[in-house]
Every structure is written in structure tokens, then in C-alpha cells.
């Protein structure tokens, strides 16, 4: 199992540009979050899901947006860069809510100029 | 809403010494999981050890042991026998055992770097 896979793992964008960060898990887990972490910080969740077709915000999620059209997947858009989102983001899986345990991808860093 | 926080932004340790981070929170639930993750300068979060609020024993995995207040809203982590490789960021995360809204979702400290001295 390659587990959490995000890509890229770097990219600096121009303020106004769009991407999309892409987190693929290869674990069946139902459950998938975004998270952001800022320098010298913990991390904030953005988005999460509860399984295809069904997302819901979380702590941050101005300026993003989710779909999850597949349980593998779970894009994260950025529309209309700003530097507040200079970040590193992490994508996560369970299989379940119970299911107590995390697995992290690991992470891209993503600068805005 | 839950809050984790953990009040040391630097810790430092010799080699084979014992360190000592720490961690509070705090909630109104009475059920919910406690954890210690590991990030070191590759960025990977690695999850060190957990501990369920309904055990009144502390968690122990190899060097790594917590000791968990619930009354305190206490949870720190002892590492034993610090090597080099042990020097990261470590964050106190908090997760709600209810389900509804919680969806299982993470709630983070700020993090304490710990630097390993040879």
C-alpha cells in the first residue's frame, strides 16, 4: 500500500492563480481531511469527508474548495490565490470516525507571491 | 469547542537523558483520544502514541510514555533515553470519541520543537 499520496510537494503560485492539490489514498478509508499548518504552528483542519459525495467545512475553509467523487480521492482547489494562504497542507485518512487512527500524506508546500 | 495547548514552543535534552514536554486541553466531553505526533524536518506526521480518556492507565510505547491527568486536563509526554533521532516537532493533538459533528477530526497544540543534544 502506497497509504496517503499528495501531489505536488512544491509550488509557488502568483497571487489571482488557481491549483488544485491532489491526495489519493489507496486504504479503502471512508473518512479524509485537509489540514493546514503555518510556520511554527499546529495544524487547522480546512475540509473533511465522510465518504463520496459528502463534504463539509471545517475550521479555515475560505478561499478552498473540496469534492470527493471517489473514495480514493479528495482534491483540494485553491481559487483566486492570496498570500494568507502560503502554507504547508497535509491530507488524512480513516477508515472511520471510530477508528481513532490518522494516516498522513506527506504534505505539499505551497508559497503565493 | 475543544483547544490543545502546549505552553514549551522549545525543549531541549542530552543524549540518553529524559525530557518531558507538555500539553493541556481543554472539554466538556468525557470520551475522546489523546495523541502525541512526531514531525521531523521531512514533514511526515508520525504518530508516537495515544492514549483513550476512559483508560486510567498510562500509555507506554518502547522510550515514549504519557502521563495523563483527566482531572487536570493534563497529557505529557516522557521520552527516555533521548537519541538524535528523537530532535522534531512534536504536537498534542485531541479527538472527540462521540462521532456527530466531530467527524474524527483533529484538533492540534501549537507544537514543541525538541532539539537532541550529542
Known amino acids: 500500500n502506497a497509504g496517503v499520496t499528495q501531489t505536488p510537494k512544491f509550488r509557488i503560485l502568483k497571487i489571482g492563480q488557481s491549483m488544485t492539490l491532489q491526495c489519493t489514498q489507496d486504504?479503502?478509508?471512508?473518512?479524509m481531511y485537509w489540514y493546514r499548518q503555518d510556520p511554527g504552528m499546529g495544524l487547522k483542519l480546512i475540509y473533511y469527508?465522510?465518504?463520496?459525495?459528502?463534504?463539509d467545512k471545517g475550521e479555515v475553509p475560505n478561499g478552498y474548495n473540496v469534492s470527493r467523487s471517489t473514495t480514493e480521492d479528495f482534491p483540494l482547489r485553491l481559487e483566486l490565490a492570496a498570500p494568507s494562504q502560503t502554507s504547508v497542507y497535509f491530507c488524512?485518512?480513516?477508515?472511520?470516525?471510530?477508528?481513532?487512527?490518522?494516516?498522513f500524506g506527506p504534505g505539499t508546500r505551497l508559497t503565493v507571491t | 469547542a475543544q483547544t490543545v495547548t502546549q505552553s514549551q514552543p522549545e525543549m531541549s535534552v542530552q543524549e540518553a537523558e529524559t525530557v518531558t514536554l507538555s500539553c493541556t486541553y481543554d472539554?466538556?466531553?468525557?470520551?475522546?483520544?489523546l495523541f502525541w505526533y512526531k514531525q521531523p524536518p521531512s514533514r511526515q506526521m508520525i504518530l508516537v502514541i495515544r492514549?483513550?480518556?476512559?483508560?486510567?492507565q498510562n500509555a507506554t510505547e518502547n522510550r515514549f510514555s504519557v502521563n495523563f491527568q483527566k482531572a487536570a486536563k493534563s497529557f505529557s509526554l516522557k521520552i527516555s533515553d533521548s537519541q538524535l533521532g528523537d530532535a522534531a516537532m512534536y504536537f498534542c493533538?485531541?479527538?472527540?470519541?462521540?462521532?456527530?459533528?466531530?467527524?474524527?477530526?483533529?484538533?492540534f497544540g501549537q507544537g514543541t520543537i525538541l532539539t537532541v543534544h550529542p
Open positions: 488524512a485518512s480513516s477508515y472511520s470516525e471510530r477508528n481513532y487512527e490518522q494516516y
Open positions: 486504504m479503502n478509508h471512508n473518512y
Open positions: 469527508s465522510v465518504g463520496a459525495g459528502i463534504t
Open positions: 472539554t466538556s466531553e468525557s470520551d475522546y483520544y
Open positions: 492514549q483513550e480518556a476512559y483508560k486510567q
Open positions: 493533538a485531541y479527538r472527540s470519541a462521540s462521532g456527530g459533528t466531530s467527524y474524527g477530526k483533529l484538533t
